[in-house]
Nanobody, 119 residues
């Protein structure tokens, strides 16, 4: 059974920094990409950042150089968030895009971690 566990959320002042971490455990045949999405209550989930196994990255337009995604070989992904703004307040979800042994798509979500930017 695959588990996706996030950590690192919390309360931070505007302009501050936080680092989110996510680790995947269990049997995964092949990971294509790992990344982060966020969701504010009443709004659609939106892409924050995603990285492929080849190291290609894609960021949401609102990031504007403030966040950096990184991934290691141990099925972990991190998101360093700097210069946080009030509007970055959301639940952040780790996302894993993978393939099974029959090359079928298998995608997983973490349970979410709250990030609150407040003075």
């Amino acid at each position: 059974q695959v588990q996706v566990v996030e950590s690192g959320g919390g309360l931070v002042q505007p302009g501050g920094s936080l680092e989110l971490s996510c680790k995947v455990s269990g049997t995964i045949f092949s990971i294509n990409a790992m990344g982060w999405y966020r969701q504010v209550s009443g709004k659609e989930r939106e892409l924050v950042a995603i990285m492929t196994g080849a190291g290609n990255t894609n960021y949401g337009d609102f990031v504007k150089g403030r966040f950096t995604i990184s991934m290691d070989a141990k099925n972990s992904v991190a998101l360093q968030m700097n210069s946080l703004k009030f509007e970055d307040t959301a639940v952040y979800y780790c996302y894993v895009e993978s393939r099974g042994s029959n090359w079928q798509p298998l995608n997983y979500w973490g349970q979410g971690t709250q990030v609150t930017v407040s003075s």
